[in-house]
């Protein structure tokens, strides 16, 4: 069964700077895809950036990046500029290529201070 | 505007209470699935349904029930809910991931209190 870790409960970051992410994740497969999303503090659910396992480039959008190390099952995201609205909670989460169910992490909680 | 709907968006119960939330969506998806997001556990998928009369179990069903009468709708219902049913809940759909599309769409969630 696939399973997706994320070890940093909470993160702290001050505006402006860089802020990484981790997230591990486990499966034997080869083609599947990967997802970061954010709750804010208004509990809605956004999709912030999604890797396919078939590309090697990493998926950038605007100032959030990911680093995708397929043989390392490593997908750590990477948000530039910190801004006070990105504080909330990260969700790391996995989907096999073959289904459309989502399996989560358990979340990193980030709070970006002034 | 595509979104997908859930009502009620709060709700306190009492234990043994029969409940329903409803979820919209107006996307014409073939995918619906329901989660349930606990504190330290992440979202976990509770039922999910491929299409109109098909669904199935996810990864936590115990104490839920589903039905996908008509393709815009995939409500969730507690027969005798339980405190241990206490959570947040989210409905979220996709298309068919054959067409290529990935994201799936959330609702807005539901905060349910059973007491």
């Known amino acids: 069964a696939q399973t997706v870790t994320q070890s940093q409960p909470e993160m702290s970051v001050q505006e402006a700077e860089t802020v990484t992410l981790s997230c591990t994740y486990d499966?034997?497969?080869?083609?599947?895809?990967l997802f970061w999303y954010k709750q804010p503090p208004s509990r809605q659910m956004i999709l912030v950036i999604r890797q396919e396992a078939y590309k090697q480039q990493n998926a950038t959008e605007n100032r959030f990046s990911v680093n995708f190390q397929k043989a390392a099952k490593s997908f750590s995201l990477k948000i530039s500029d910190s801004q006070l609205g990105d504080t909330a909670m990260y969700f790391c989460?996995?989907?096999?290529?073959?289904?459309?169910?989502?399996?989560f992490g358990t979340g990193t909680r980030l709070q970006v201070f002034p | 505007e595509a979104q997908v709907t859930q009502n009620p968006r709060y709700l306190i119960t009492v234990t043994g209470k029969k409940l329903t939330v409803t979820c919209s969506q107006n996307?014409?998806?073939?995918?619906m699935s329901w989660y349930r997001q606990d504190p330290g556990l992440g979202l976990r998928q509770i039922y999910y349904?491929?299409?109109?009369?098909?669904?199935d179990k996810g990864d936590v069903p115990e104490g839920y029930k589903v039905s996908r009468k008509e393709k815009r709708n995939f409500p969730l219902i507690l027969e005798s809910p339980s405190p241990n049913q206490t959570s947040l809940y989210f409905c979220?759909?996709?298309?068919?991931?054959?067409?290529?599309?990935?994201?799936?769409?959330f609702g807005p969630g539901t905060r349910l209190t059973v007491t």
């Open positions: 996307m014409n998806h073939e995918y």
């Open positions: 349904s491929m299409n109109v009369e098909v669904t």
């Open positions: 979220a759909s996709s298309s068919d991931r054959t067409s290529g599309s990935y994201e799936q769409y």
């Open positions: 499966t034997s497969e080869n083609n599947y895809y």
């Open positions: 989460a996995f989907r096999s290529y073959n289904t459309d169910k989502l399996i």
